[in-house]
């Protein structure tokens, strides 16, 4: 009301009729209503559509990442948390995010492990922190073809991925907490226990084969016996073996054989027997029934036994180059040339070189008293050295015909203080022997072995009465 309205109403307030307006203020109060309530049903509408629709797709999404995070056989893999994805995600960005796979890369030769990151969209900087964790990864810096390394992926970046080391090892690198580590795996082998047995006609390795046993076997029985059988020089026929020994299984295919578990050798009617057994320093080792251990401080020869002895020890033998009667110092191994030699027990090189009518030659000090000499090699291994460590078994040289020689062989001597003797006859050192105080347990442990070996005896004389060999699956506690 303005002033002078309120003058010409002799002072009084002004009155209006208020009915028009109630009428229209009524009409907008119910169309302001209504378009709340069409509002307000609507968005209830859409979060239930929503709702529903969300619901559906995180649930065929965690479908889909059961289904694919299958875990590689052997092989344990944390499974991807659906719980993570946002609800906010599109169903687009949702399906992106399962996308989840394993790949298997069997290694080529020249592949490497940054060509095969490239091949498969990985980065650069994965494998940059892979290889920063250090011993463990150094040996993906150079992959053995053949092998299949395996690789765990999501949306292009690397989850994880495992290597075959080896047989019973599996190397693995995975990501936790946006940081790789390594560890490795290792892998129970299912094993069986068999047998065989032979007697020697013409020669080890076709009688070893006969029986059944493969090169690697036969290798590891003359690595046994070794230290006490000149496979070179003793082996006569009517000799005889028996072995038991395991097999190893992966997954229902045999991967290796090995090792021997007890073995009994009888040479010109003296019985030899070795059996396995972990001693007190935590390694398995071949003991015969007394508890004295087969390795000695000396192998009797210093070449397989594929050789023969040429010539032997003598201190009268007319020099097939010179003509003349000339001490004869030590044995001579004729072998194919390039055959290997080991060194006969533990020591350091004194002398790598030529050395006169020697040719090619190595010397070897084992402690204050003792000294092998090897003569006439084609060539050295890698690193002799004078003042170099050398292993009991160790490849030295290789047989050549160097120095005074008619032909490739090696040339071996062992010297006491000096003083030459025969390598074929020398006494060699004593041997370890199992501790008094075990030594009952010892011999309880080996009891059903040694019985089992008395069994496959027996079974060897029906071997060589009707000529065939007999081979079977055993299990050691069986006898």
């Not at 239930?48 to 995180?58: A, L, V, Y």
């Not at 060509?115 to 990985?122: H, M, N, Y």
Request: with cysteine.
């Amino acid at each position: 009301m303005t002033y002078k309205i309120f003058l010409k109403n002799n002072c009084k307030a002004e009155i209006r009729s208020s009915y028009p307006r109630s009428i229209f203020s009524l009409f907008i109060m119910t169309l302001c209503l209504s378009s709340l309530g069409v509002f307000c049903g609507y968005i209830i509408l859409a979060q239930n559509q929503f709702g529903t629709k969300e619901r559906s797709i995180d649930k065929s999404v965690a479908l889909e990442v059961e289904t694919i995070n299958t875990p590689i056989p052997n092989k344990k893999i944390k499974d991807i948390e659906t719980s993570k994805l946002s609800p906010s995600k599109t169903k687009k960005e949702i399906e992106n995010t399962a996308n989840i796979s394993w790949k298997s890369i069997i290694i080529k030769p020249g592949d490497s492990l940054a060509l095969i990151f490239s091949k498969l969209g990985l980065s650069a900087k994965s494998l940059h922190e892979i290889m920063l964790i250090g011993k463990k990864t150094s040996i993906l810096k150079k992959l053995s073809p053949g092998k299949k390394i395996n690789f765990h992926i999501i949306d292009n970046e690397l989850i994880a991925l495992n290597y075959e080391i080896n047989l019973v090892k599996i190397l693995e690198v995975s990501k936790y907490d946006n940081k790789y580590i390594a560890k490795e795996i290792d892998i129970k082998l299912d094993s069986t226990v068999k047998n065989a047995n032979g007697v020697i006609k013409e020669s080890l390795f076709l009688s070893g084969e006969k029986a059944g046993l493969s090169d690697n076997l036969i290798m590891q029985l003359v690595a046994i016996f070794g230290w006490d059988i000149d496979f070179a020089l003793d082996i006569r026929e009517g000799d005889s073996f028996a072995v038991l020994y395991e097999e190893q299984y992966k997954e229902g295919v045999m991967v290796a054989e090995g090792p021997i578990i007890a073995a009994e050798f009888i040479n010109r009617g003296k019985i030899i027997k070795a059996v396995r057994y972990l001693d007190s320093t935590g390694q398995n080792n071949y003991y015969n029934s007394n508890g004295e251990a087969m390795k000695k401080a000396f192998l009797r020869t210093p070449i397989d036994f594929f050789s023969r002895i040429s010539s032997k020890f003598s201190l009268k033998r007319k020099h097939p180059v010179l003509n003349k009667i000339r001490a004869h110092k030590g044995v001579d191994y004729a072998a194919p040339i390039g055959t290997p030699i080991k060194a006969t027990g533990d020591g350091v090189v004194n002398y790598v070189g030529k050395n006169g009518g020697y040719g090619n030659t190595i010397k070897l000090k084992h402690g204050g008293a003792y000294t092998t000499l090897y003569a006439h090699l084609q060539r050295f291994a890698k690193n002799m050295r004078r003042g170099e460590k050398v292993k009991q078994g160790q490849i030295i040289g290789y047989v050549g015909t160097t120095g005074l020689s008619t032909g490739p062989h090696l040339h071996y001597e062992f010297q006491i203080h000096g003083v030459h003797r025969n390598p074929l006859t020398v006494q060699l050192p004593k041997v370890r022997v199992i501790d008094r105080k075990n030594i009952a347990e010892f011999k309880k442990t080996i009891a059903p072995i040694l019985a089992e070996l008395d069994l496959i005896k027996g079974k060897n004389v029906l071997s060589a009465k009707y000529t065939k060999t007999i081979t079977k699956e055993i299990k050691l506690d069986d006898g």
